[in-house]
């Protein structure tokens, strides 16, 4: 098993472009959650997922759009890239409410 | 106050010694994540602990309820420890986790 898997590990995007950030994970986890990891916070919640066409927003949902159609993949859209979304992003999966989770490992993206 | 206060903030120890690593939180939780933080950026799941204790290999995890607190022990450090060490919390009334801002751990040879 791959586990979680996201891509790319690296991006760098100019203000007001958009991107689509992927994660697939191959564990048939319900659960899936994006978050991002900022210097001096802890890791903060952006969308979250308990199953195949579910969706919900998480702590700072503002400025991306997540959509689950298949149980497996899980993306998080960046409509028009702001300097504030430069992070390192991470995708993380369970299979139930109480469960571990398990980190793909990490997008860093630079917005100019 | 953060819900999740995490210390040190950063710690210093030499191969060998006996590590400590405190999460103290404010709400009423129902389970208590231990992540590990890899150099490299992957994180890893080490003790998901709800009451009592946990212990794998050189790592040990302890929670106290009543007094929310949590530590994590690393018994004869070893380098490859290094990491930032990160507590998490899932309150009673909500399913989302809140994160502590993390431990940054140097083992020194």
């Known amino acids: 098993n791959a586990g979680v898997t996201q891509t790319p590990k690296f991006q760098v995007l100019k203000t007001g472009q958009s991107m689509t950030l992927q994660c697939a994970q191959d564990?048939?986890?319900?659960?899936m959650s994006w978050y991002r990891q900022d210097p001096g916070m802890g890791l903060r919640l952006i969308h979250y997922s308990v199953g195949a066409g579910i969706t919900d927003q998480g702590e700072v949902p503002n400025g991306y759009n997540v959509s689950r159609s298949t149980t497996e993949d899980f993306p998080l859209r960046l409509l028009s890239a702001a300097p504030s979304q430069t992070s390192v992003y991470f995708c993380a999966s369970k299979s139930s409410y109480n469960s571990p989770l398990h980190f793909g490992n990490g997008t860093r993206l630079t917005v100019t | 106050k953060n819900e999740v206060e995490q210390s040190p903030q950063n710690l210093t120890a030499q191969e060998g010694e006996f590590i400590t690593i405190n999460c103290s939180y404010s709400v009423g939780i129902s389970a208590l994540h231990w992540l590990q933080q890899h150099p490299g950026g992957g994180i890893v799941s080490l003790f998901m602990?709800?009451?009592g204790k946990k212990k794998h290999g050189r790592l040990i995890a302890t929670i106290n309820i009543q007094e929310k607190h949590s530590s994590l022990h690393i018994t004869a450090s070893h380098p490859r420890d290094s990491a930032v060490y990160i507590c998490a919390v899932r309150s009673r009334s909500g399913s989302r986790l809140t994160f502590g801002e993390g431990t940054q751990l140097t083992v020194n040879p």
């Open positions: 602990l709800s009451s």
């Open positions: 564990m048939n986890h319900e659960y």
